[in-house]
């Protein structure tokens, strides 16, 4: 192989012309600079909760009450009607802190007990089966019919069709 084969990065010049070393662009540093978060894309600003309700109730209270001359009580009955309910679905609901241990247990087997019984009366009537069956049968002897006037259809085009040939061929005319 000729040395006409290789890459000219560095050609020949006169001792005047020559420059600094030159570099591919490939060979330069790149992405030199880090990116750092802005406010509001994650980290601490997403851990805050906000009670989008709350704010949308708030503010649709403050828009009629604008539009209707409304008292700024209104505005503030939802903020205090909201924000107690949000803190016991948090924190649970009362009834289970006030109930002692037994009364839980008694408690939960009833219903688990209300739910098994539901389930047996379920097992035991069968008359929904009966139904489907009686579906099944009625939409069977419906293709059942259909299939046979098919078949009819059928056997009369046959027949047609074997009329004109032998009409045709009575009279000396190709079809």
Known sequence: MTTAHRPTFDP????????GPAYHQRLLPAHTQLKFRKPGQGGDAAAEVRDLRAELLQAEAAHFAKTK?????AIEDTQSSTNPSKRQLENGSAEDDEDDPEAKRRRILEETRDIDADSDDAGESDSSDDDSDDDEE??????Q?????IKRERAEKKRTRGTRKTSCRRSGART
Do not use: I, P, Y
Not at 145 to 149: F, G, I
């Open 12 to 19: 020949a010049r006169g001792k005047e012309a020559q420059r």
């Open 69 to 73: 001359g409304g008292s700024s009580a």
């Open 138 to 143: 009625d939409e069977t002897a419906e293709l």
């Open 145 to 149: 019919r259909e299939l046979e006037k």
